[in-house]
């Protein structure tokens, strides 16, 4: 099992080093294809809502992010330092997508396998902890594989 921190200060030119950041962190470890794509996409979703919604751009604020990565799993957790609770997502959830908001958090929902919501215990922000199956993604994988050989 490997373990990875990173903090970020709360202006917008963290969102370019955070993507890099993770994807050196996938090449390292070999993470590419839907799962690598899926990751970055979440992680960036739920980095910018931490960065926009939760710390409000404040320079004095940070976000930190911990990935854990083994055989089985990959989870994340991205944590701000603002006011939010998990309640507030429920009461500005809206199923419309072309709305300005609600459509990171139904981003993360699609692509990985858990996205919950908590309000962190160190910081007092909210943290939000994605989980990808890797499992799942070897099934693809298969799958893909067989229909390619098929002429699919």
């Known amino acids: ?26 090449q390292f470890h070999e993470i590419d294809g839907k799962l690598g794509n899926d990751i970055k996409l979440a992680l960036s979703e739920a980095f910018t809502n931490a960065l926009v919604h939760g710390n409000k751009l404040d320079s004095d ?9 083994n055989n089985q799993f990959i989870t994340a957790d991205i944590i701000d330092e603002g006011t939010g609770t998990p309640d507030m997502l429920k009461e500005k959830e809206d199923p419309d997508m072309w709305q300005e908001r609600g459509r990171g958090v139904i981003l993360m929902e699609t692509v990985a396998d858990r996205v919950t919501f908590s309000k962190d215990r160190v910081t007092g922000g909210l943290q939000c902890t994605l989980f990808f199956n890797r499992d799942r993604y070897k ?14």
Do not use: P, Q, W
């Open 1 to 26: 099992m490997s373990t990875h921190t990173y903090k970020y200060c709360s202006v917008m030119d963290s969102e370019g080093r955070m993507y890099d950041d993770i994807k050196e962190l996938l």
């Open 61 to 69: 604020k940070g976000i930190e992010i911990n990935i854990t990565i």
């Open 139 to 152: 099934k693809d994988h298969i799958a893909d594989e067989k229909m390619s050989r098929a002429g699919g």
